[in-house]
């Protein structure tokens, strides 16, 4: 077990096989490279990825299909390779959340840009889906 200091969370032990790694890091974060996801409680669709080496680093997360249930990510054949993927079974994918001023009524998703994780491995990617017509910014609760 690894002790990581956090901001939001205090003192957590992290099993070092549920460590997640960005090769590359993540577009604007690129010096960080280990995360944790961590459920934000039990019943909840909402996830944090906590950065390991920067205690004030967390996103908000979700499983797109939860708010998005025809969401599919189209995972290119670079990504595949980079990071191994040999099952698609054994892939997690995730959407940032912003929440705009904090106003939760108006949360957005980014589906253009989710996070894709081979959980056989740990290694993660945040891929662009070019040709897609997702954007940066689905709501996740709209204005019935």
């Known amino acids: 077990m690894r002790k990581v200091n956090t901001d939001r969370f205090g003192e957590i032990e992290v099993d070092e096989n549920r460590i997640i790694h960005f090769k590359n890091g993540i577009p604007a974060f690129e010096e960080e490279h280990e995360f944790i996801i961590l459920p934000y409680d039990e019943e909840s669709p909402y996830y944090f990825m906590q950065s390991l080496n920067k205690p004030s ?55 253009l840009a989710p996070l894709v994780i081979n959980i ?4 993660a990617k945040q891929i662009v889906m070019d040709k897609s017509n997702y954007t940066t910014k689905h709501r996740l609760f709209p204005d019935k």
């Open 57 to 111: 680093l967390a996103f908000l997360l979700t499983i797109p299909e939860i708010f998005f249930p025809d969401y599919s990510a189209e995972i290119d054949d670079d990504t595949v390779a980079e990071l191994e993927i040999k099952n698609v079974e054994k892939i997690l994918v995730y959407a940032m959340i912003t929440i705009p001023n904090g106003s939760v009524r108006y949360m957005t998703a980014n589906l």
């Open 120 to 123: 056989e491995n740990m290694q």
